[in-house]
């Protein structure tokens, strides 16, 4: 069974940085793509950044230029850089390996960010 646990977030300033970070059990890691998702209360969860397992990356619009997705697969562990943080950042960012079919997929519990103008 695939656990994920996020971890990193807190409060920063707008225009600040915080470091995400999701440590993958229970899987081949190298071998899985690798997905953060935000959640805002009352908005459905929105792809912020995937990289793949052969490390193709791509990013939201709202992103983009701000946020770094990376993996280290000797750690088993993903990364969300996000730097030039704005106040509509705040929400809950959760990793996530994609399963086969969408009732396989993996969830971690998420880590909450707050972004103060």
């Known amino acids: 069974q695939v656990q994920l646990v996020e971890s990193g977030g807190g409060s920063a300033q707008a225009g600040g940085s915080l470091r995400l970070s999701c440590i993958a059990s229970g899987s081949i890691f190298s071998k899985d793509d690798i997905r953060w998702y935000r959640q805002v209360p009352g908005k459905q969860r929105e792809l912020v950044a995937t990289i793949t397992y052969a490390g193709t990356i791509t990013y939201d619009d709202s992103v983009k230029g701000r946020f770094t997705i990376s993996r280290d697969n000797a750690k088993n562990t993903a990364y969300l850089q996000m730097n030039s943080l704005q106040p509509e950042d705040t929400g809950f960012y959760y990793c996530?390996?994609?399963?086969?079919?969408?009732?396989?997929?993996?969830w971690g519990l998420g880590t909450h960010v707050t972004v103060s103008s």
């Open positions: 996530m390996i994609p399963g086969p079919y969408p009732e396989y997929d993996s």
